[in-house]
């Protein structure tokens, strides 16, 4: 190698481990609880929840399989109330999931918790045996029961709870 070129490869070193580093960030999934404490959990911390798989018709009716955890217990491993201590104040609050795209969507909190409802909400790392492809991965929301798909968000990147109690002085509506 010219020292030059030498030189050069040297000087990238610490920008080509920071690339390395964002790619291995984009994997994880922050997480925010009602408390406001933020998890980041980490591709290793997912594989260790408890696994589901569901087969589903997707956007354009092809058949598909979905494998990932229960978006309850990612949420429980994160510290959100879910089930008997769900209830008062925090039924007023709501889960916001954030894609890389900017996109957003809620859900209510009873609406994702198991203790409430048998309806399955999924956030899935797989499908039909392979990680999700760039674009729809590494995680995506599944609701099968929904009749349209807007709530399938693709590239999940934050779920946190969110508030929605009076602001203060507004205690009535
Ligand atoms: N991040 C993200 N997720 C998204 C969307 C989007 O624009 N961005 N569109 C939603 C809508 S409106 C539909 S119909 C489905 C389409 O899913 P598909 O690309 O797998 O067909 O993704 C949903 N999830
Ligand atoms: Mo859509």
Redesign the pocket.
């Known amino acids: 190698m010219r020292p030059v070129l030498a030189l050069v490869v040297l000087a990238l070193a610490p920008v080509i481990s920071l690339a390395a580093d964002d790619n291995r960030a984009a994997g994880s999934l922050k997480v925010e609880n009602e408390k406001g404490k933020e998890t980041t959990l980490s591709p290793e911390a997912f594989a260790k929840l408890p696994r589901q798989t569901i087969k589903v018709k997707?956007?354009?009716g092809n058949p598909a399989t979905y494998e990932g955890v229960l978006l309850a217990e990612v949420l429980r491993s994160a510290g959100v109330t879910l089930g008997k201590d769900l209830r008062g104040p925090l039924l007023a609050n709501f889960l916001l999931v954030e894609?890389?795209?900017?996109?957003r969507?809620v859900f209510a909190l009873p609406e994702v918790d198991p203790d409430m409802t048998d309806k399955v909400v999924l956030l899935a790392d797989r499908k039909d045996g392979k990680p999700l492809p760039a674009?729809?991965g590494p995680y995506?929301?599944v609701v099968p029961e929904d009749k349209?798909?807007?709530?399938?968000?693709?590239?999940?990147a934050r779920v946190s709870v969110r508030n929605g109690a009076p602001a203060a002085g507004k205690e009535k509506p």
């Open positions: 997707d956007q354009k894609a890389g795209d900017g996109y969507v674009g729809e995506r929301i349209r798909n807007m709530r399938w968000v693709k590239q999940v």
